[in-house]
């Protein structure tokens, strides 16, 4: 036979399960990006950025002032075009 006590007792333990629960799940989350280990593609794409943004930097020291002067002589569109 039940007792109330046993009864609020099983109640109580449950919801201490539920919000340890809960808890573990948020602590997965927080860590999820720490724990991850990134792929060999990952760091290839970001060897690729640097290597591509240090060229453009080198590109526009040797060629910045000639590149766009030229490019907003070719860009520039004509008043009466009717384009925006």
Avoid: I
């Amino acid at each position: 036979m039940f007792y109330w006590y046993d009864v609020l007792v099983h109640q109580e333990r449950c919801k201490d399960m539920v919000r340890e629960a809960g808890q573990y799940r948020f602590m997965r989350q927080a860590l999820a990006g720490l724990t991850r280990r990134e792929g060999f593609h990952c760091r290839a794409l970001r060897w690729l950025g640097r290597r591509l943004v240090a060229w453009g930097v080198r590109l526009q020291e040797r060629y910045g002032a000639v590149a766009t002067a030229r490019n907003f002589e070719w860009c520039a569109v004509p008043q009466g075009s009717g384009r925006r």
